[in-house]
């Protein structure tokens, strides 16, 4: 479990192609690293990754192909800066909210308005996740724990600090760029306590409707692919 509260911005530093469509992606972050032994877990962008092995400043973690298909880890390449948390103990702060680090879909940032002290951002996210996300209410977005501020019936806005624009990978975002999406785990499990069916998470969606038409930043190579 995480919180949302990103502890370091980390550089994606070597992505190798393994068996079967999955990948070995390495990691700077001196940080989370300073304490970590070989299984223990990191999010990487609001996605839990387990580190294999450890070198220096970096871990390296195994990402299977269907975490690079229903995640924005796919179109991760050299370079990239992403939002990194260690899982919470039983001690910690709970500075955001309960986060499991299992990606339910993948949105994309449609629109920032920047303000005297805050943006207002306009994320759009699955249609079939949007009845979980409720004003006031808390959503995972790469990571990191917001409150939302405004929804629609397939977006959602959130105002983002100035701590939150310089310490995480969403103050670089551009319009068009996806983002990994976690809704309130409490909210699924309401509805399906209240007989409100199934949870929807990535396997409700087909692949194809799952990523939006325009996937990453324009160049971006999927993970594996030339740097």
Same mark, same amino acid.
């Given at each position: 479990?995480?919180?949302?509260?990103?502890?370091?911005?980390?550089?994606?530093?070597?992505?190798?192609?393994?068996?079967?469509?999955?990948?070995?992606?390495?990691?700077?972050?001196?940080?989370?690293?300073?304490?970590?032994?070989?299984?223990?877990?990191?999010?990487?962008?609001?996605?839990?990754?387990?580190?294999?092995?450890?070198?220096?400043?970096?871990?390296?973690?195994?990402?299977?192909?269907?975490?690079? #298909?229903?995640?924005? @880890? $796919?179109?991760?390449? /050299? %370079? =990239?800066? *992403? &939002? +990194? !948390?260690?899982?919470?103990?039983?001690?910690?702060?709970?500075?955001?909210?309960?986060?499991?680090?299992?990606?339910?879909?993948?949105?994309?940032?449609?629109?920032?308005?920047?303000?005297?002290?805050?943006?207002?951002?306009?994320?759009?996210?699955?249609?079939?996740?949007?009845?979980?996300?409720?004003?006031?209410?808390?959503?995972?977005?790469?990571?990191?724990?917001?409150?939302?501020?405004?929804?629609?019936?397939?977006?959602?806005?959130?105002?983002?600090?100035?701590?939150?624009? #310089?310490?995480?990978? @969403? $103050?670089?975002?551009? /319009? %068009? =760029?996806? *983002? &990994? +999406? !976690?809704?309130?785990?409490?909210?699924?499990?309401?509805?399906?306590?209240?007989?409100?069916?199934?949870?929807?998470?990535?396997?409700?969606?087909?692949?194809?409707?799952?990523?939006?038409?325009?996937?990453?930043?324009?160049?971006?190579?999927?993970?594996?692919?030339?740097?």
């Amino acid at each position: 479990m995480f919180t949302g509260i990103v502890e370091e911005l980390g550089e994606v530093i070597h992505i190798a192609e393994t068996a079967e469509d999955s990948a070995v992606v390495t990691i700077n972050g001196p940080l989370v690293v300073s304490d970590a032994r070989p299984g223990d877990s990191i999010a990487v962008n609001g996605v839990c990754l387990t580190v294999v092995e450890l070198a220096g400043g970096a871990f390296t973690a195994d990402v299977m192909g269907e975490t690079l #298909r229903r995640s924005a @880890l $796919g179109v991760l390449r /050299v %370079g =990239d800066r *992403v &939002n +990194l !948390e260690r899982a919470a103990t039983l001690g910690s702060r709970l500075g955001g909210h309960l986060v499991q680090g299992h990606v339910n879909g993948v949105g994309e940032l449609l629109a920032r308005e920047p303000a005297a002290r805050w943006e207002t951002v306009r994320f759009r996210l699955p249609t079939a996740l949007a009845r979980y996300v409720v004003t006031k209410g808390s959503i995972t977005v790469d990571g990191v724990s917001l409150t939302v501020a405004s929804v629609g019936p397939d977006w959602f806005e959130v105002g983002l600090i100035p701590t939150t624009l #310089r310490l995480t990978t @969403l $103050g670089a975002r551009s /319009v %068009g =760029d996806v *983002v &990994n +999406l !976690e809704v309130d785990v409490l909210a699924k499990y309401v509805e399906r306590l209240l007989g409100g069916g199934q949870l929807a998470g990535p396997d409700d969606l087909p692949a194809a409707d799952h990523l939006p038409a325009a996937v990453g930043r324009p160049g971006a190579a999927p993970v594996g692919g030339p740097a």
